[in-house]
């Protein structure tokens, strides 16, 4: 079964600081690496993705780093604020006309002032 | 643009009963997509329907669990009956034909006692 496997669970940072989240993957069946950001309460939504023909994309404090190779890909937070705080979830979709989500275990940021 | 629609929002069951979701998609996406996050824990798809054909299924436990997307629309998440074990939040998802992003719904919570 693939799998993507997420680190660390939790994560304190200090306002300005940057939090990194890192992922890696199995299997190279995966097109598409999008990050969910989810607040209590809600659901997910899209943060940021990326296409494994890309090494990093960058959207705002958001950075995507991704390392086809070693199969493992990372988000950073650039100058973290308080309302980044929430769970992030790395995921990974598979190819074919499916092209379903695999999701990791989650990380749950907390940026403290 | 209106959201997913879930409902209901929280519900709470005793084991062996049982209890149905609904969610209305995104006007215009062909594909949704019936998740299941337990907590702490990222989500699981249990199943994707390509209008109204269902694409993957492969995790559904269809011994107790069964959805339906009538018309290729709205969708109905059914559990009968209940164990502890499916207390988890139900995210409704959907997304256009293969599309990049998928859109969640805010859950529904469902506690099984």
């Known amino acids: 079964q693939q799998q993507v496997k997420q680190s660390p669970q939790s994560l304190i940072v200090q306002k300005g600081g940057i939090s990194i989240i890192n992922c890696a993957y199995e299997?190279?069946?995966?097109?598409?690496f999008p990050w969910y950001q989810q607040f209590p309460g809600k659901g997910p939504a899209l943060l940021i993705a990326?296409?494994?023909?890309?090494s990093e994309k960058k959207e705002g404090r958001f950075t995507i780093s991704f390392n086809k190779s070693a199969k493992q890909f990372s988000l950073h937070i650039m100058d973290s604020q308080p309302g980044d705080s929430a769970t992030y979830f790395c995921a990974a979709r598979g190819t074919g006309t499916a092209s379903k989500l695999t999701f990791g275990t989650g990380t749950r940021l907390q940026v403290t002032l | 643009e209106a959201g997913v629609a879930q409902s209901p929002r929280y519900k709470i069951i005793e084991k062996r009963q049982s209890v149905a979701f609904w969610c209305n998609p995104i006007s215009g996406h062909a594909t949704l997509y019936w998740y299941q996050q337990i907590l702490g824990q990222g989500p699981k798809l249990l199943i994707q329907f390509q209008n109204n054909g269902v694409v993957d299924d492969s995790q559904l436990p269809k011994d107790r669990f069964s959805a339906e997307r009538l018309k290729g629309v709205d969708s109905t998440l059914k559990i009968q009956p209940a164990k502890l074990e499916d207390s988890a939040v139900y995210l409704c998802?959907?997304?256009?034909?293969?599309?990049?992003?998928?859109?969640f719904g805010e859950g529904s919570w469902l506690t099984v006692v």
């Open positions: 299997n190279t069946a995966f097109d598409y």
């Open positions: 998802a959907s997304s256009t034909d293969r599309g990049n992003t998928i859109y």
């Open positions: 990326i296409r494994p023909d890309v």
